[in-house]
C-alpha cells in the first residue's frame, strides 16, 4: 500500500520561504506520480504541480514563478519549495501519487486521478 507523509509546514510571515517535504513508500513499480495539491479554507482542493518518477514536471500557470518542485528518488521524497509566500498561500498542502504510463503523459492535476494521498501539512501565511 502506498504510504504519503508530508511535512514542514507552519506559520512563516508574508516573503518568507518554506520547503515541504513528502516521504513516499509501498510503490510497487518504478514508474509513479507525484503532486502537490493545496486546500485553503472554504476552497476547494488545488492542484499545484506534479512529478513523474523519470523526471517530467508540470506546473499549474498559476504558480511556476514561486513553486519548485523536485524529487529525490534515491530517497523517495518529494519537495515543493515556495518562495516569497503571501497571505493567500495558507493552506493544508497535500501530496498525492499515483502510478505513472508514460505513453498517457503527466496526469491532469485533478483529485480523481490521484489514487492515494497524504495527511496534509498546514501552512499559515501571516501578513
Known amino acids: 500500500e502506498v504510504q504519503l507523509v508530508e511535512s514542514g509546514g507552519g506559520l512563516v510571515q508574508a516573503g518568507g520561504s518554506l520547503r515541504l517535504s513528502c516521504v513516499a513508500s509501498?510503490?510497487?513499480?518504478?514508474?509513479?506520480?507525484i503532486a502537490w495539491f493545496r486546500q485553503a479554507p472554504g476552497k476547494g482542493r488545488e492542484g499545484i504541480s506534479c512529478?513523474?518518477?523519470?523526471?517530467?514536471?508540470h506546473y499549474e500557470d498559476s504558480v511556476k514563478d514561486r513553486f519548485a518542485i523536485s524529487l529525490d528518488n534515491a530517497k523517495n521524497t518529494l519537495y515543493l519549495q515556495i518562495n516569497n509566500l503571501k497571505p493567500e498561500d495558507t493552506a493544508y498542502y497535500y501530496c498525492?501519487?499515483?502510478?505513472?504510463?508514460?505513453?498517457?503523459?503527466?496526469?491532469?492535476?485533478?483529485?480523481?486521478?490521484?489514487?492515494?494521498w497524504g495527511q496534509g501539512t498546514r501552512v499559515i501565511v501571516s501578513s
Open positions: 512529478i513523474s518518477s523519470d523526471g517530467n514536471i
Open positions: 509501498g510503490f510497487n513499480d518504478d514508474a509513479y506520480v
Open positions: 498525492a501519487a499515483d502510478y505513472y504510463y508514460s505513453d498517457y503523459g503527466l496526469p491532469a492535476l485533478e483529485r480523481t486521478e490521484f489514487d492515494y
